[in-house]
C-alpha cells in the first residue's frame, strides 16, 4: 500500500474546498493507494528520505496526463515506495533545496494557479489515477 500525504502550507479561502478535496480522496477504492490531505503551517516540507520520497508540485515541473499520474504512482508501488509526500508550496512557492530534493517535479500546466486550486487538482489527478488503475469507467480519455 502506498501511502500519499498532499500537504501545503496554503490557506484554504472558500468554504468548501477542504470538503471537495476530501471527497476526492475518499472515493479512492484501490488495493494500492491511501493518500490524506494535510495543511501544515511550515513553508518548507518535512520528510525522512529513509522512508518516503518527496514529490513537489511547481511551475517548472514535468507536465503529467492522468495515465502518466497512473503510471508512476503504479511504478512506485511497484518498486517498494510505501510513502510519498505530494508538496504544494504556498503563494512564494520553494526554496531550491526542497526543489532538489524532490524526487519528481510535476507541472500543472502553463498557467500559474493559487496553491489551494493546485492542491483540488492535484487530488483530482490521484484519484482519477487510482481509477485508471482499477478499470473504473470514470476515466473516457
Known amino acids: 500500500m502506498l501511502a500519499i500525504r498532499l500537504r501545503t ?5 472558500f468554504p468548501h474546498t477542504r470538503d471537495t478535496i476530501d471527497e476526492l ?4 477504492r484501490g488495493r494500492k ?4 490531505f494535510e495543511q501544515v503551517r511550515r513553508p518548507e516540507p518535512k520528510i525522512d528520505p529513509s522512508r ?8 517548472t515541473g514535468a507536465g503529467w496526463d492522468s495515465r502518466t499520474w497512473a503510471r508512476k504512482l503504479e511504478e512506485s508501488t511497484d518498486a517498494g515506495v ?3 509526500v505530494l508538496f504544494v508550496g504556498g503563494s512564494h512557492g520553494v526554496s531550491p ?3 532538489k530534493q524532490a524526487r519528481q517535479t510535476i ?6 494557479f493559487p496553491s489551494w486550486l493546485a492542491c483540488l487538482v492535484a487530488a483530482e489527478q490521484i484519484y482519477r489515477a487510482d481509477s485508471i488503475l482499477r478499470g473504473s469507467p470514470y476515466h473516457h480519455g
Open 97 to 99: 533545496a526542497v526543489r
Open 82 to 84: 510505501k510513502s510519498i
Open 9 to 13: 502550507p496554503a490557506r484554504l479561502p
Open 33 to 36: 493507494i491511501r493518500v490524506e
Open 52 to 59: 518516503e520520497q518527496l514529490w513537489l508540485l511547481d511551475e
Open 107 to 112: 507541472s500543472l500546466g502553463h498557467g500559474t
Open 25 to 28: 480522496l475518499n472515493r479512492i
